[in-house]
């Protein structure tokens, strides 16, 4: 079984907004930010803005779920954000 390549957050924020604006459900949503969930990450469309809309809310969901089958988050960011929160 072949490692997945990695991404960085910018990275994989960008491809994430480039495919959701190229969907008119989707013209409201503003930025994406990815994080570290467990072993995996997760993209979310926070703020206070409007509210996304179901179909867009699907959207997302599924460019998630597709682009974390095919890259995985540079681990670099993960170590970054635990030296920060382990001084």
Not at 38 to 58: F, I, K, Q, V
Request: proline share 6%; aromatic share 4%.
């Amino acid at each position: 079984m072949s490692q997945k390549p990695s991404k960085s957050a910018a990275e994989l924020e960008n491809i994430i907004m480039t495919e959701l604006l190229g969907y008119p459900e989707c013209d409201g949503a503003g930025v994406v930010v990815v994080k570290q969930m467990g072993l995996s990450w997760d993209a979310t469309l926070p703020g206070d803005g409007p509210r996304l809309n179901t179909e867009c809310n699907a959207r997302l969901s599924e460019i998630n779920n597709r682009l974390r089958r095919e890259f995985n988050l540079s681990s670099s960011v993960f170590r970054n954000s635990l030296r920060k929160s382990h001084p």
